[in-house]
């Protein structure tokens, strides 16, 4: 009997075996997510129920990767108990040279809200957004929420948003003391923010 012979007709029988058995444990995981990925179901499940609709937030920020206004280390996650549930972006606006933040989006996971996430998103994100030089953060929201922050309606600064909002909806924060002072008009803010309010 030529054993060699039996055990070549083997080798294709373990391939298909191992081989499908591969395919089941990479289904089951699913796919790795990349951080876009991560971000992208955050803000999918923190709107989701909201008045928002949760895809269009998620839509905004994977637009705003791309332009030149975006600031990577102002594209912030947060974690609790080990797992990422939350995310804030700043990106650049301008008014008069000058250049200040746009916050938006900020979220956090159904499950995990009301446990301090947000406020240490918001929080945290003003600290880093200071040092790195800027002196204002803007946000189109509710007052209730972003009121606990320090935030007062843009109109007491005189300074506008470039989109229809109602005045207690837009407001700023000083991140340094008299930053608006001599500051007004209308802030430029990049396209796709321009679009995503129209909807
Ligand atoms: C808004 C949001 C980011 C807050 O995150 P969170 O982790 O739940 O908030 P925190 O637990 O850190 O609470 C911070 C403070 O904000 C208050 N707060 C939280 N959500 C609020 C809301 N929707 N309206 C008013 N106040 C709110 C909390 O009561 C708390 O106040 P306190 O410090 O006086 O107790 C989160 O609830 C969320 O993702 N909501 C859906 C998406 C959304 O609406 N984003 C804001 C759009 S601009």
Redesign the pocket.
């Given at each position: 009997m030529d054993l060699g012979n039996n055990m070549n007709f083997l080798v294709p029988i373990f391939y298909f075996i191992f081989g499908g058995l591969a395919v089941l444990y990479y289904k089951r995981k699913g796919a790795p997510k990349t951080p876009e990925d991560v971000v992208d179901n955050i803000l999918k499940d923190?709107?989701k129920g909201?008045e928002?609709d949760s895809h269009k937030e998620a839509e905004l920020v994977r637009a705003l990767y791309q332009n030149e206004n975006f600031i990577k280390d102002l594209s912030l996650t947060a974690k609790y108990k080990g797992k990422t549930v939350?995310y804030i972006l700043f990106t650049k606006i301008k008014i008069n040279e000058e250049e200040l933040l746009a916050l938006?989006?900020?979220?956090?996971m159904?499950r995990?809200?009301?446990?301090?996430?947000?406020?240490?998103?918001i929080t945290q994100g003003q600290q880093l957004a200071k040092k790195k030089g800027f002196k204002g953060v803007f946000?189109?929201?509710?007052p209730?929420?972003f009121k606990?922050f320090g935030y007062k309606p843009a109109s007491e600064f005189g300074i506008k948003a470039p989109f229809e909002i109602p005045d207690e909806n837009f407001m700023g924060i000083e991140l340094v003391p008299g930053a608006f002072d001599g500051i007004s008009g209308t802030l430029e803010y990049p396209q796709e923010f321009l679009d995503f309010m129209k909807n």
């Open positions: 923190a709107f909201t928002k939350g938006g989006p900020v979220g956090v159904r995990f809200q009301k446990k301090g996430v947000g406020k240490s998103l946000v189109a929201g509710d209730n929420l606990k």
